[in-house]
């Protein structure tokens, strides 16, 4: 498409999306996506592409404002709302991330993957009686059985993280090579390091498209000094 018509915004937006979640070629992947702004500069998943690529490159500032651009020329979208909060989880500001994730949930309150944020940002602030009707949600999502929501809601503050961290690994498909990062964010949740780290080099040799944005979780931050993960994290060439 692009050789017949280099001024499609669309084409270069989906050129980016092949270059960054298939070959990880970031410079060249923001190349198109700036291409596609200059086109476009309303476009939501345009500026969502360029959040995304300044998050990787650790540019919080411009990842959030590119966000607050996108919501602006698309408030009705869940998805960004949820991912506005998500960016803001990874950049450690957990209070504006929760404003996000509750946001997202006014537009589509059965969104399933804004309770596990939200549960998780609320964890992280200590706020175990604000995680608790987002853990429950998720387990409804789930179709997991009353007396086993009331089970896992039952655990005290002091091991409520882990009891939902090791209930949400166990919904996770051993044999699919997809979430093999999810299942190295809740083991690294966990604290079990060395398997975290086994699935993060395994995720890298897979090219597991999303194992990039996924190791800007926080639950990787006590291993970022590791030379394992040191070792993983330069494969992507961020």
Known sequence: ALNLDPELAGAHEAMAHVLALADWQWS??????????RLDPGHAPTLHGLASLDALAGNWE?????????R?????????????GVFLFYAGRYEPALTAFRQALQLDPQNASAHVFAARTALYLDQPETARPHIRQTLIARRVSGPDITQLLDHPDSSLSTAFHTWYLSQLDLADRDLIMFRAV????????????????????NQDPYAPILAL??????LRTDPRFLASYAEFGL
């Open 28 to 37: 060249d992947a923001r190349r198109h996506l700036e291409t596609a702004y």
């Open 217 to 222: 979780d926080p639950a990787f931050d006590p």
């Open 186 to 205: 809740h083991l690294a949740e966990l604290g079990d390091t060395d398997m975290a780290l086994s699935l993060f080099e395994s995720a890298i040799a």
């Open 72 to 84: 602006r020329a698309d408030p009705a979208s869940t998805l960004l709302a949820a991912d506005q």
């Open 62 to 70: 411009s990842a959030h404002a590119r966000m607050q651009q996108a």
